[in-house]
């Protein structure tokens, strides 16, 4: 099924690199998991009550210059949806976006990935609590990228920070 950005989406992207905005366009129109757009640019105002509350961890945001977009997973029937395993579908989306138009992305649920258009799949060794090493393969979807993120964090005993509905330009 294709699905098409509503009005308030539209508007969110006022203001956002044309850039974002062609990707996001794209990824609409190919994705499987249907999806708005809940924020693009933010004022430093908007920014700093976001770190004041902790839904923001940063003012150095890309959200600030419009090169970032947060997308919301919806879902027919039951609205906005926050589940982990709907954002890999859009992130997909996004990454066959900017593969397509040939615009570098990073997703917030795969930090360690640069630009998630080469994203091709990963090894990774990691030693278990009784001393043997293990190496586990990733494919190449954003599923699997988010599940290295996590993997590579935890082996070097750092959490992951996990912010799926967040797509940022890499400038």
Same mark, same amino acid.
């Given at each position: #099924? ?12 006022? %203001?956002?690199?044309?850039? #974002? ?9 190919? =994705? ?10 933010? =004022? ?21 210059? %419009?090169?970032?977009?947060?997308? #919301?997973?919806?879902?027919? %029937? ?11 579908? +859009? ?9 397509? +138009? ?13 630009? +998630? ?7 990774? =060794?990691?030693?278990?609590?009784? %001393? ?9 979807? #954003? ?6 993120? +996590? ?21």
């Amino acid at each position: #099924m294709a699905y098409k950005l509503g009005k308030r989406s539209q508007q969110k992207l006022e %203001g956002v690199d044309e850039r #974002m905005q062609s990707v996001v366009r794209y990824a609409i129109s190919v =994705t499987k998991q249907d999806f708005s757009v809940i924020c693009g640019l933010r =004022t430093r105002k908007q920014q700093e009550a976001l770190v004041a509350k902790g839904a923001s961890k940063t003012m150095k945001s890309k959200h600030l210059d %419009g090169h970032a977009v947060d997308l #919301m997973a919806y879902l027919d %029937g039951s609205g906005d949806r926050w589940e982990l395993n709907l954002y890999d579908e +859009i992130a997909d989306a996004m990454a066959e976006g900017a593969r397509a +138009i040939d615009i570098p992305m990073r997703w917030g649920a795969a930090w360690h990935i640069d630009d +998630i258009r080469k994203w091709k799949g990963a090894s990774h =060794t990691y030693e278990l609590r009784n %001393g043997k090493d293990v190496t586990k393969h990733y494919s190449s979807s #954003m599923e699997d990228a988010m599940s290295y993120y +996590i993997d590579l964090r935890r082996s070097e005993d750092r959490l992951p920070f996990i912010d799926a509905p967040h797509f940022e330009l890499v400038v």
